[in-house]
């Protein structure tokens, strides 16, 4: 088959690509259709991913996979959430880093729950969908770790790793993550025949 990834993120597009490897789809980037995506105004990570997968499908008449994911960290109830790639309307993922150790500032080690959701939409030209969640519970450090991955990896401590997604390899991470776990449940639906 071939697969459109509509994400303009190049680190979820790195562990989307290397979770899709086992299905031998040819793989396409928004660089080879280069269209404006629609601005993500929905309230939940499903109804982003939706809108995001059957946009780009429609634009591109190729079936297309889209993710929408973020961190709920629970003392914050639940911030980011939907608006992690713009928290505090910061435009890099150090200064989100350093914006929400600030927000978490005197909140005690026991207190800084927290879990990285991801939806990923896979939507055809045609309508049809299909819908993969997966979630992974840890904790917000008081200061970062690592220097692999993107995002809020290098303050996520995954404790049953004893590490932060950012001490991880690209391997490592996919067996503990969010976007690992949506992408093997993908994977098998398609292998076992039980997706389109
Ligand atoms: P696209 O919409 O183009 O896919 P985006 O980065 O804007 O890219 P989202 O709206 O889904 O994507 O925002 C997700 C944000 O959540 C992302 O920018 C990161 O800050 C954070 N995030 C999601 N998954 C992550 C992960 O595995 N590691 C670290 N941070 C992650």
Redesign the pocket.
């Known amino acids: 088959m071939h697969l459109l990834i509509?994400?303009?993120?190049p680190?979820?597009f790195r562990?989307l690509k290397e979770g899709l490897a086992p299905l031998g789809w040819t793989l396409f980037s928004l660089l080879d259709y280069p269209f404006k995506?629609p601005p993500?105004e929905g309230a939940t990570f499903e109804d982003?991913a939706v809108l995001?997968a059957a946009y780009a499908a429609k634009q591109s008449g190729l079936p297309t996979l889209?993710?929408?994911?973020?961190?709920e960290v629970a003392a914050l109830g639940g911030e980011p959430g939907?608006y992690?790639?713009r928290y505090g309307n910061k435009t890099t993922?150090v200064e989100?880093n350093v914006y929400l150790l600030e927000r978490l500032k005197g909140v005690p080690p026991g207190a800084r729950k927290a879990r990285?959701v991801?939806v990923l939409v896979l939507a055809y030209p045609d309508g049809y969908m299909e819908l993969y969640r997966g979630e992974t519970e840890g904790e917000i450090l008081e200061a970062p770790r690592g220097e692999w991955?993107?995002?809020?990896?290098p303050l996520?401590w995954v404790p049953e790793a004893g590490k932060t997604?950012a001490e991880m390899t690209l391997e490592e991470?996919a067996s503990y993550?969010?976007?690992g776990k949506a992408l093997r449940a993908l994977v098998e639906a398609h292998r076992l025949g039980l997706a389109r």
């Open positions: 509509a994400t303009s993120n680190g979820k562990e995506m993500e982003n995001k889209a993710d929408d994911s973020g961190l939907v992690s790639a993922d989100r990285f991801a991955g993107f995002g809020y990896d996520f997604f991470k993550s969010h976007r």
